[in-house]
């Protein structure tokens, strides 16, 4: 029972390209979450999806960030137009339907923007 | 802003029992107290969570107050791979996003 894929492991973009961040939850969890940590921070909750609806986006940046979880596929974290701010760890998680359960985090998607 | 406070750190010696406090005095009554850790930048690991009993499972037990203002994380026998930053999140249940403080790191020294 395979957990959370997060690929790549590492991406590097130049300045104004865009990033994608694939994230396939476990087998079984119809939730996603998106989380982005920051050297010596702690993790900030970014969207949470399921199944082709977002639920909750307040922590997305207005701009260039979006987040989809199609019926078909992993989900996908993208940034267009990146900057060097967006350098970060972005880490998913996932977790099955109902209350109490605690999510699984994949091993994230460190993103430099050079 | 999370609704908990840890302290930022924490030393234990390897085979002694390492006990993490965590104060959460304003949690609601369907506000669960969940425990997670981070090793090294890796991925946060859930360890276990509880609403009002006390809860053990094979990596960790959590001990609740009876008021539900504070909780304990034990690890029973810490080892050197128990090294990493702990934290304590309340949250009503699942389906529901985290909000994370800081944590506290523990370093198991041998």
């Known amino acids: 029972n395979a957990g959370v894929m997060q690929n790549p492991r590492h991406l590097v973009r130049r300045r104004g390209q865009e990033a994608r961040l694939r994230c396939s939850p476990m087998k079984g969890h119809s939730h996603v979450y998106w989380y982005r940590q920051l050297p010596e921070e702690g993790l900030k909750f970014m969207v949470y999806l399921q199944k082709e609806n977002i639920i909750d986006e307040s922590g997305m940046p207005k701009e260039r960030f979006s987040a989809e979880f199609p019926k078909e596929g992993p989900s996908i974290l993208r940034i267009q137009q990146v900057v060097r701010g967006d350098s970060a760890a972005y880490f998913c998680a996932s977790s099955p339907q109902g209350v109490g359960y605690g999510y699984t985090f994949g091993s994230g998607t460190r993103l430099t923007v050079v | 802003d999370a609704k908990t406070t840890q302290p930022p750190s924490m030393d234990c010696a390897e085979g002694r029992a390492a006990n993490l406090p965590c104060n959460h005095s304003t949690i609601s009554g369907n506000e669960y107290v969940y425990w997670y850790r981070q090793i090294h930048s890796q991925g946060p690991q859930y360890i276990i969570h509880?609403?009002?009993?006390?809860e053990t499972n094979e990596m960790a037990s959590l001990i609740i107050t009876e008021d539900r203002k504070s909780s304990t994380l034990i690890l029973p026998h810490a080892t050197l791979r128990d090294t990493a930053v702990y934290y304590c999140i309340v949250n009503a249940g699942n389906n529901r996003k985290l909000i994370w403080g800081l944590g506290t790191s523990l370093a198991v020294n041998p």
């Open positions: 509880g609403l009002k009993n006390n």
